[in-house]
């Protein structure tokens, strides 16, 4: 199996939330207390890529699975 990284586009943002919700709702090892809804990735998304900053996503066999995103200090309930 090989995996292909790429920039994010809008998109991809049903299969992040599809890898990233149940993170935020069923763990404890994520700053995020809220599920973003899809339309807020994809303004994510689209904001990260119109300043050049990395939102990436892993791909095999033309599906996500997996994303990273870096991003300055955020100040989320999370950081409280």
Request: hydrophobic fraction near 50%; charged fraction near 20%; include cysteine.
């Given at each position: ?10 998109e ?5 939330l599809?890898?990233?919700?149940p ?8 700053f995020t207390h ?7 990735v ?8 119109a ?16 994303f990273a ?8 309930s999370?950081y409280?």
């Amino acid at each position: 199996m090989s995996v292909d990284l790429r920039a994010a586009r809008p998109e991809d943002a049903e299969a992040i939330l599809a890898i990233w919700a149940p993170i935020i709702r069923d763990t404890t090892i994520t700053f995020t207390h809220d599920i973003p809804s899809r339309s807020d990735v994809e303004a994510a998304i689209t904001a990260a890529n119109a300043a050049q900053d990395p939102y990436i996503v892993a791909v095999s066999e033309a599906v996500v699975c997996g994303f990273a995103r870096l991003t300055t200090f955020r100040s989320g309930s999370g950081y409280a």
